[in-house]
């Protein structure tokens, strides 16, 4: 059985950085996908930032220049760094690995991030 659990959310002013992680335990054969996903107040959940199985990344329109995803193999972790921190960026984070042929979903149970102004 696979847990990703997330670390890193809380308060910060509007310009600050925050650095999201996401440690998996459990045996992971094939990961397809690592990503980021965020709810905020009243809204749907979006995909912020995704890592692929080759490396490559893309991110939501709104975080480009601003936001990096990156992994730690051995840690078997993934990181969200968040700069230039807005109160729009304001939400609930959550990872997410697809794994496997069956591309099966994994999420943490989410941190929140508060941007005040």
């Known amino acids: 059985q696979v847990q990703l659990v997330e670390s890193g959310g809380g308060l910060v002013q509007a310009g600050g950085s925050l650095r999201l992680s996401c440690a998996a335990s459990?045996?992971?054969?094939?990961?397809?996908?690592m990503g980021w996903y965020r709810q905020p107040p009243g809204k749907q959940r979006e995909l912020v930032a995704a890592?692929?199985?080759?490396?490559?990344?893309n991110y939501a329109d709104s975080v480009k220049g601003r936001f990096t995803i990156s992994r730690d193999t051995a840690k078997n972790t993934v990181y969200l760094q968040m700069n230039s921190l807005k109160p729009v960026d304001t939400a609930v984070y959550y990872c997410?690995?697809?794994?496997?042929?069956?591309?099966?979903?994994?999420w943490g149970q989410g941190t929140q991030v508060t941007v005040s102004s």
């Open positions: 997410n690995w697809n794994v496997g042929s069956r591309f099966y979903d994994y």
């Open positions: 459990g045996t992971i054969f094939s990961i397809n996908t």
């Open positions: 890592m692929h199985s080759g490396g490559s990344t």
